[in-house]
């Protein structure tokens, strides 16, 4: 299975002399964050070099991230941090992002990620906010639903659909708005008329439904025919169905159809 790419940068105090002090302790809240995504095995961490203290490394390690593949991103506070430094790296690292602050109290990590959290939405970025310990099952689970939803949103984009049919018996909800699909989601819609797939049916030779049809009869534990509904030769029909869908997707470069 191929992996999800999660981005993940923490940040510091931008006065050096403060940054020294506190660089440890961001970075064992960082490791704890990794760790736990890791062990889930569907998760490759993509982890900043550097811990971001200043104008130039949040440029730098948002570009690395980018370049490197990571789907989202998650911003992580453990002590103060200037706020800046979240909305420099945004204009680099790959979005959606998600901003967690752990609990530490010694630390104002939360008000740096709710400081950090206000920067983004004045300049209108789009983020998630988040709070708690990553090992409490709770605050993990939502950590986990919005990485494979931000992982998920990022794949589908590019993907072509292939829509066979217009809307059936008037249900809406059976037919895509393409525009907003292509605005959510990046995917782009190809319309192909329904009896295409009846006038290929017929260009599929009757040797290769005949083989797939003995084929499935091979395999399968019964194909329960009753002489009506479901004979040898419907079976093969609706094979030639099969081969004619396929034929489309492959020339049509769809992704997925329906």
Not at 64 to 72: I, K, S, T, Y
């Amino acid at each position: 299975m191929e992996k999800r790419k999660v981005g993940l940068i923490s940040f510091s105090d931008g006065r050096e002399y403060v940054h020294k002090d506190l660089e440890q302790i961001v970075r064992k809240f960082e490791d704890r964050i990794a760790k736990k995504l890791e062990e889930t095995g569907e998760i490759e961490v993509i982890r900043a070099n550097e811990v971001v203290w200043k104008p130039s490394i949040a440029k730098k390690e948002g570009r690395r991230l980018a370049e490197l593949g990571a789907e989202v991103t998650i911003f992580n506070y453990a002590v103060w941090a200037f706020p800046h430094f979240t909305v420099i790296a945004s204009k680099f690292a790959p979005g959606p992002f998600l901003l967690f602050s752990n609990i530490n109290p010694q630390y104002p990590g939360m008000v740096a990620m709710l400081s950090a959290a206000g920067s983004l939405e004045q300049d209108g970025t789009k983020h998630y906010r988040m709070w708690g310990d990553i090992e409490d099952p709770e605050t993990f689970r939502k950590v986990m639903a919005f990485i494979r939803a931000g992982t998920t949103l990022k794949k589908l984009k590019g993907l072509r659909y292939g829509m066979f049919g217009g809307r059936p018996m008037g249900m809406y909800t059976a037919v895509p708005n393409v525009d907003l699909w292509n605005k959510i989601f990046g995917v782009d819609v190809e319309h192909i008329d329904q009896y295409e797939i009846v006038r290929r049916s017929y260009e599929v030779p009757d040797d290769k439904a005949r083989k797939a049809r003995l084929w499935l009869e091979e395999k399968s534990k019964k194909v329960h025919y009753d002489g009506k509904w479901l004979t040898p030769e419907k079976l093969e029909l609706q094979i030639k169905s099969y081969y004619a869908v396929r034929e489309m997707i492959d020339e049509f470069e769809l992704d997925f159809v329906g």
